[in-house]
């Protein structure tokens, strides 16, 4: 007798096992993280240059290590991307579409007399139809590896962006590569990264 209970609550317990497990499963599989590539494309050209001093409209960019900056402040006028969606009128909207670029011309630049390189701490910031969102990015901000006197010489800037704030709640990461124009001061970056939400 004992034996036949002790098998009943034996195969209670499994079930109720079974039932715990398979609602574990299924919770894990609706609130499983999905990836996807965010590629976000801005054209624009700059707004204002503030000298002596970080930018200052976030945190990452009021760093300046060497404590010798200056700042870079760029209205968006083509600005596209997969996860916001659309952006309208960009130019009309800035400073929310926009980018702020602090530049550190301290002992941190690499190079010589013939051009350098000098670390960057800068902020994008976009407001799109699906999404709004900032990204904090730095990298190397270069003098143009061909004639600076051109009217076509291009600045480059490379490096690495993280996403600061997402209204819809994407986290992620990924490279920035694009370029200044030297003398004309247009400005175009892509930001390329996988984005989990």
């Known amino acids: 007798m004992r034996?036949?209970?002790?098998?009943?609550?034996?195969?209670?317990?499994?079930?109720?096992?079974l039932i715990a497990i398979l609602i574990l499963t299924s919770t894990g599989i609706a609130n499983a993280a999905t990836t996807v590539q965010e590629t976000i494309n801005f054209k624009g050209g700059l707004?204002?240059?503030?000298?002596n001093q970080a930018c200052g409209s976030t945190t990452y960019n009021s760093i300046c290590p060497s404590g010798s900056c200056s700042c870079e402040q760029y209205e968006g006028m083509v600005v596209t991307g997969n996860l916001i969606g659309k952006v309208t009128h960009p130019e009309s909207n800035y400073p929310a579409v926009g980018i702020d670029i602090t530049v550190d011309h301290g002992a941190d630049r690499v190079g010589s007399v013939n051009g350098s390189c000098e670390p960057i701490f800068a902020s994008l910031f976009v407001v799109g139809s699906k999404d709004t969102q900032e990204?904090?990015?730095?990298?190397?901000?270069?003098?143009?590896?061909?004639?600076?006197?051109?009217?076509?010489a291009?600045?480059?800037?490379?490096?690495?962006?993280?996403?600061?704030?997402?209204?819809?709640?994407?986290?992620?990461?990924?490279?920035?590569?694009g370029s200044v124009g030297f003398n004309s001061g247009s400005i175009k970056l892509i930001f390329k990264g996988p984005a989990t939400h």
């Not at 990298?139 to 051109?150: D, E, I, K, R, T």
């Open 3 to 17: 034996d036949a209970v002790n098998l009943n609550m034996q195969r209670g317990f499994g079930f109720v096992q």
């Open 47 to 51: 707004h204002n240059r503030l000298i």
């Open 135 to 152: 990204l904090d990015f730095n990298g190397s901000y270069c003098s143009p590896l061909s004639n600076p006197n051109a009217a076509t």
């Open 154 to 177: 291009q600045s480059p800037i490379k490096g690495g962006f993280g996403i600061e704030s997402s209204t819809v709640g994407y986290t992620g990461f990924g490279t920035v590569s």
